[in-house]
């Protein structure tokens, strides 16, 4: 039933993918996704993990690897991080329209300029149309139990899709951790070899990435925004089929004290734990407060979303990244739209927090809290407010 | 864009995988071409075959029925005519075609 270890999270995201037996790594090394790729080289070459570590030039060939290597049906994993996710961005299209299950960890870190290798969401959240199944992680068993989630999802052959599983950088990726570690035949027991729906096979030929006419290519999108939508079956299916293997559920919108609660934050990551403990705090004080926390973030779903915060006067929506000129964080965007088209009518305060590694405290969400309540009261706007910037 | 030999998106392959070698062959590029098509002299002609080599979509091919030359397939000529900037004895020039007569039989023999 695994055994109880301390471990840095990056150490448990490759551990992870040697449990999960990936055939083929390509990856090329960045802040801060440097140990998971690191450990899993060790591991290949001390040949506790049979597979091909591919040493890239860059993050671009790297997933170009990851293409071919998914394409002849092996079972594929690559790691990165803020430039070079950003350096990867035409080939991420790429990947989920030829319907390839790569997995990825995003190690999430700011983008340049000015330079920081620190942690917020701006690198995924420019990645958000990229057709991949993505999650996001709040701590190291999170990491450990959403990798192997991961394989099953994508290769799952209802899904035939990649996966990013989202970490942020240091936060997580560099903390030692108590947490779980299955054993290898529970893993194999949830987890059986990889079988392609199909591959670069000699005896049954085909080929990937050809052109798409105009007569073609609508139906081409078609059919791939429909795969991600269908993919949130298996998802869910899967985190149940994990509960029971391994004993710890995951859901794709967690609840966290909304009973009763006038106002929920919603958050993403590892913000989350932060959250969490500070609306414990407050439920003591007697404010009427609870979270909700996005775990699945694409395909988005709608419903457990709205299920999550029925009854909810007031939302605040917490953004780790910018969406210049529309003066709203990506996440209170997608929400407000959202809420909007179901005809749900929560005031929504929009905070964006935690920019390139600035810490994000306890009294910054009471702070966000008696912020919410008195501009919902007086009918004053909040968006993109920027928590503790310097004026 | 008439919606001939178009596919629902439910039949598409797995991620538009093709299964079957040589379909670009039915690639109907001479639906691009534009009122003018390349025809050849063959009194100038000297056999080079440089329109042959050139050609950006084999619409020249050895000729069966007269060997040496190159005949024209009007179902790939895009009309682009690298072929008529490139022949060393300008042998091959414009000729109006009506869109009916697009894939008429093969000229310039």
């Known amino acids: ?106 190690a999430n870190r700011s983008l340049s300029a000015p330079i920081s290798i620190w942690n917020d969401h701006s690198d995924i959240m420019a990645e958000r149309d990229i057709g991949w199944v993505q999650t996001f992680a709040e701590n190291g068993q ?32 560099h903390v030692i951790e108590p947490m779980v570690m299955p054993d290898q035949a529970e893993v194999d027991a949830y987890l059986p070899p990889y079988k392609p729906s199909q591959w670069l096979n000699p005896a049954q030929p085909i080929s990937l990435g050809m052109v798409g006419v105009p007569e073609v290519y609508t139906e081409a999108k078609k059919a791939n925004l429909v795969a991600l939508e269908d993919s949130y079956p298996a998802i869910v299916e899967h985190w149940e089929g994990f509960a029971k293997a391994f004993g710890r559920s995951y859901q794709p919108i967690e609840s966290h004290r909304t009973d009763g609660a006038d106002t929920l934050f919603v958050t993403m990551g590892s913000l989350g734990e932060t959250c969490m403990s500070a609306v414990d ?26 299920a999550a915060i029925k009854g909810a006067k007031n939302l605040i929506v917490l953004d780790r990244a910018l969406c210049p000129g529309i003066l709203a964080g990506p996440v209170a965007t997608e929400l407000r739209a959202l809420l909007y088209a179901k005809g749900v009518r929560p005031f929504v305060a929009n905070f964006v927090a935690g920019l390139g590694g600035r810490d994000v405290t306890r009294t910054d969400f009471v702070a966000m809290l008696d912020k919410a309540e008195q501009a919902a009261a007086d009918g004053q706007e909040i968006t993109c407010q920027m928590v503790g910037v310097k004026e | 864009m008439a919606d001939e030999g178009m596919t629902p998106w439910k039949d598409l392959a797995l991620g538009c995988a093709m299964s079957e070698p040589g379909s670009s062959r039915r690639f109907n590029t001479g639906d691009w071409r534009s009122r003018r098509r390349p025809i050849t002299d063959r009194e100038k002609c000297i056999k080079c075959g440089l329109c042959w080599i050139i050609c950006p979509d084999m619409a020249y091919t050895p000729d069966p029925e007269a060997e040496g030359y190159y005949k024209w397939d009007g179902y790939y000529c895009k009309g682009c005519g690298i072929c008529i900037e490139e022949c060393p004895k300008d042998a091959i020039s414009w000729q109006e075609e009506k869109e009916e007569d697009k894939y008429g039989p093969a000229c310039g023999s």
């Not at chain 1, 440097?34 to 591919?54: K, M, N, P, S, Y």
């Not at chain 1, 999170?142 to 936060?171: C, Q, S, T, W, Y």
């Not at chain 1, 004080?285 to 419903?303: A, K």
Request: aromatic share 6%.
């Open chain 1, 1 to 106: 039933m695994g055994r109880r270890v301390g471990l840095e999270v990056s150490l448990a995201c490759a551990e992870a993918v040697k449990l999960c037996n990936a055939d083929v790594i390509a990856a090329y090394p960045i802040t801060p996704q440097t140990h998971i790729v690191e450990h899993l080289a060790e591991l290949v070459a001390e040949g506790h993990l049979d597979a091909e570590f591919v040493p890239v030039e860059s993050e671009h060939s790297a997933m170009s690897a990851c293409v071919g290597s998914a394409a002849a049906g092996a079972r594929t994993f690559t790691s990165t991080s803020s430039q070079g996710l950003a350096l990867m961005h035409e080939i991420l299209f790429i990947t989920s329209s030829l319907r390839l299950p790569i997995v990825m960890a995003v």
């Open chain 1, 142 to 173: 999170e990491v450990l139990d959403l990798m192997i989630h991961a394989f099953k999802v994508g290769e799952d052959p209802r899904v035939n899709l990649p996966v990013a599983v989202n970490m942020d950088g240091f936060i997580l990726t």
């Open chain 1, 281 to 306: 705090q407050m439920r003591e004080d007697g404010r009427s407060v609870g979270q909700v926390r996005i775990r699945l973030w694409r395909p988005f779903p709608v419903d457990d979303f709205l």
